[in-house]
């Protein structure tokens, strides 16, 4: 676990925190931290979520932090379903662990590859033919589907105590000179249209992008990949949630590069 730290009139740097050790279940596969939307501790004690960790043994471990909210977890089993879980329901919690509602439909043409939280209803899942679908976990509805190349990619991921979008990698790379480049886009619902734009942003690596995180207190969006590099941005067409107007800036810098 890293901190980010900030001081006046200097750049933000990187510090390892902590290493949580997780034992007798093998390899940690993902891990998930799981806030509380749109809701700031009054405390330094007080719950801000949960850290969701999958691991080899087939097992999702929940480390929780105890207060209310943030107890929706979704996850993607091996068969391409999405399962997902209600912490705060008793009656979904037995002397095996919790019990997760499934949801698969038969027009799926790919299994899901990952799922995450738009809205406490809304689940964003990506699939692997590179489709972008915006599910409600009430009805099973479609509200929204992404198909298109350059856009719509094969994971998701969201940061729902600022953004109201979706941040969409690991779509069709594309070639500039003589390198190819993977990139980030964000996508938001424009419900009064019904409808959706979507903004690219500057995040790009080469060949293949891992994984993209955006931080809860500034927006900062993280993203790394192949390359190795750890990209930091910020854009100004990112809106927070409630906000009435964007701007129209966009800055970026490496905070990390490994090298051999």
Same mark, same amino acid.
């Given at each position: 676990?890293?901190?980010?730290?900030?001081?006046?009139?200097?750049?933000?740097?990187?510090?390892?925190?902590?290493?949580?050790? #997780?034992?007798?279940?093998?390899? %940690?596969?993902?891990?998930?931290?799981?806030?509380?939307?749109?809701?700031?501790?009054?405390?330094?004690?007080?719950?801000? !979520?949960?850290?969701?960790?999958?691991?080899?043994s087939g097992k999702v471990l929940i480390y929780r932090l105890?207060? $209310? !909210?943030?107890?929706?977890?979704?996850?993607?089993?091996?068969?391409?379903? #999405? %399962?997902?879980?209600?912490?705060?329901?008793?009656?979904?919690?037995?002397? *095996? $662990?919790?019990?997760?509602?499934?949801?698969?439909?038969?027009?799926?043409?790919?299994?899901?590859?990952?799922?995450?939280w738009n809205s406490d209803r809304t689940l964003a899942v990506?699939?692997?033919?590179?489709?972008?679908?915006?599910?409600?976990?009430?009805?099973?509805?479609?509200?929204?589907? *992404?198909?298109?190349?350059?856009?719509?990619?094969?994971?998701?991921?969201?940061?729902?105590?600022?953004?109201? $979008?979706?941040? #969409?990698?690991?779509?069709?790379?594309?070639?500039?000179?003589?390198?190819?480049?993977?990139?980030?886009?964000?996508?938001?619902?424009? &419900?009064?249209?019904? !409808?959706?734009?979507?903004?690219?942003? @500057?995040?790009?690596?080469?060949?293949?992008?891992?994984?993209?995180?955006?931080?809860?207190?500034? !927006?900062?969006?993280? @993203?790394?990949? %192949?390359?190795?590099?750890?990209? %930091?941005s910020t854009n100004g067409r990112l809106a927070p949630a409630?906000?009435?107007?964007?701007?129209?800036?966009?800055? &970026?810098?490496?905070?990390?590069?490994?090298?051999?």
């Open positions: 676990i890293w901190n980010v730290i900030r001081v006046p009139e200097k750049k933000p740097a990187l510090r390892p925190c902590c290493m949580v050790q #997780i034992k007798g279940h093998g390899m %940690v596969m993902k891990l998930k931290w799981c806030a509380k939307p749109c809701n700031t501790p009054e405390k330094d004690i007080d719950a801000i !979520g949960y850290l969701a960790v999958a691991t080899a105890a207060d $209310g !909210g943030g107890d929706l977890i979704a996850a993607v089993n091996a068969a391409g379903a #999405i %399962v997902f879980w209600e912490l705060s329901k008793k009656e979904y919690v037995t002397d *095996e $662990g919790l019990l997760g509602a499934e949801m698969i439909a038969d027009t799926w043409s790919s299994p899901a590859v990952d799922a995450c990506s699939f692997r033919e590179r489709t972008i679908r915006l599910l409600d976990t009430k009805s099973g509805d479609c509200l929204l589907e *992404e198909t298109t190349v350059r856009t719509a990619g094969a994971k998701a991921a969201t940061q729902l105590r600022l953004f109201p $979008g979706v941040f #969409i990698f690991q779509a069709e790379p594309f070639a500039t000179n003589d390198s190819t480049f993977a990139g980030v886009c964000y996508l938001v619902p424009d &419900q009064k249209n019904d !409808g959706y734009f979507v903004v690219p942003l @500057s995040n790009r690596h080469e060949l293949q992008i891992f994984d993209v995180a955006a931080c809860a207190t500034n !927006g900062l969006l993280v @993203s790394c990949g %192949v390359d190795g590099a750890l990209l %930091v409630y906000a009435m107007m964007d701007f129209t800036f966009s800055a &970026q810098r490496k905070a990390l590069q490994l090298t051999r």
